[in-house]
């Protein structure tokens, strides 16, 4: 007998979710303690979306200091092939995902959203 078609979708997504949060996990330890760039330094990676043919990865990071957002954006690109160059070592894959780091703006938004709230709280 067959297994049921959405059973081995669920296996898929289950084996993407465990490498999306290996990578996560691996990356946010070399940006914080391997990469030379002190403008990585301050970079917190809020998820990773990896592809179902394990050929991209999304890196969704945001900084501590949105003033230097460009700055940093250019520091990982940069460090990009050093990222992966680490990941081959720490991460059961036989193939590493090429990484594409993408800004994260919602925790910004959150937090605007926050400060409308508390506005609307003490006018009330």
Do not use: C, H
């Not at 303690?33 to 403008?39: A, G, L, R, T």
Request: hydrophobic share 40%.
């Amino acid at each position: 007998m067959k297994p049921l078609k959405w059973l081995k979708l669920r296996g898929d997504s289950v084996k993407i979710e465990r490498i999306n949060t290996d990578l996560k996990r691996e990356i946010s330890k070399i940006l914080a303690n391997d990469v030379q760039d002190k403008n990585v330094g301050f970079v917190t990676v809020i998820d990773v979306e990896t592809s179902n043919d394990l050929s991209l990865a999304k890196v969704y990071v945001t900084v501590l200091n949105d003033e230097k957002k460009e700055q940093v954006m250019k520091a990982l690109s940069k460090a990009k092939g050093f990222v992966r160059s680490q990941l081959f070592s720490r991460v059961e894959l036989r193939k590493i995902p090429d990484l594409r780091f993408v800004y994260d703006e919602s925790i910004g938004r959150a937090y605007r959203i926050e400060e409308l709230i508390k506005e609307v709280d003490e006018n009330v």
